[in-house]
T-cell receptor, first 110, second 115 residues
Framework: AQRVTQPEKLLSVFKGAPVELKCNYSYSGSPELFWYVQYSRQRLQLLLRHISRESIKGFTADLNKGETSFHLKKPFAQEEDSAMYYCALSGGSNTGKLIFGQGTTLQVKP | NAGVMQNPRHLVRRRGQEARLRCSPMKGHSHVYWYRQLPEEGLKFMVYLQKENIIDESGMPKERFSAEFPKEGPSILRIQQVVRGDSAAYFC?????????????FGPGTRLTVT
């Protein structure tokens, strides 16, 4: 079954500390993985996707097929990073439907 | 470009009534997705539509729920005879092309409360 798991509901760190938001997935084929972010009072928006191999706002995520993980990392957290983060999987190019994890709230304290 | 629009933003219905949720995709987008978010859960895919066609409705409950995306006008998610368990946030997303590689742009959501 296709599934995305984000084991932490809440991650609280101090400003300047490293951040790692965990995401594990279950999928039998070759998935496409994404991280979406929702800042307070804003709509859900794409942060990054694994095929782009890019760094957005200092965040990176590497797809590890052996561990079926796609953890989101940032070396130095900023207060403006506080938001809800969702890991999502697309199971193929036919429809593009996304399977979301439960989400992790990142709280960066001053 | 105003982005994906959803209305109403908040909708209160009594048990047994009908709920109609509207989604206007971004200009130029012809692919619409509906997702539901129950309290304390992530977003769950419901249905994927193109103009005048339902492409994938694998996430739609078998009864009471229907969706359409007519040639003209917004996409509509319709819930008949609502029950308390339908209370949730319903999000619409649109895309310019189909496929997992293409970004989906999300609307602000409609929060449905069934009393």
């Amino acid at each position: 079954a296709q599934r995305v798991t984000q084991p932490e509901k809440l991650l609280s760190v101090f400003k300047g500390a490293p951040v790692e938001l965990k995401c594990n997935y279950s999928y039998s084929g070759s998935p496409e993985l994404f991280w979406y972010v929702q800042y307070s009072r804003q709509r859900l928006q794409l942060l990054l996707r694994h095929i782009s191999r890019e760094s957005i706002k200092g965040f990176t995520a590497d797809l590890n097929k052996g561990e079926t993980s796609f953890h989101l990392k940032k070396p130095f957290a900023q207060e403006e990073d506080s938001a809800m983060y969702y890991c999502a999987l697309s199971g193929g190019s036919n429809t593009g439907k996304l399977i979301f994890g439960q989400g992790t709230t990142l709280q960066v304290k001053p | 470009n105003a982005g994906v629009m959803q209305n109403p933003r908040h909708l209160v219905r009594r048990r047994g009534q009908e709920a109609r949720l509207r989604c206007s995709p971004m200009k130029g987008h012809s692919h619409v997705y509906w997702y539901r978010q129950l309290p304390e859960e992530g977003l769950k895919f419901m249905v994927y539509l193109q103009k005048e066609n339902i492409i994938d409705e694998s996430g739609m409950p078998k009864e009471r729920f229907s969706a359409e995306f007519p040639k003209e006008g917004p996409s509509i998610l319709r819930i008949q005879q609502v029950v308390r368990g339908d209370s949730a946030a319903y999000f619409c997303a649109s895309s310019g092309r189909t496929g997992g590689s293409y970004e989906q742009y999300f609307g602000p959501g409609t929060r449905l409360t069934v009393t």
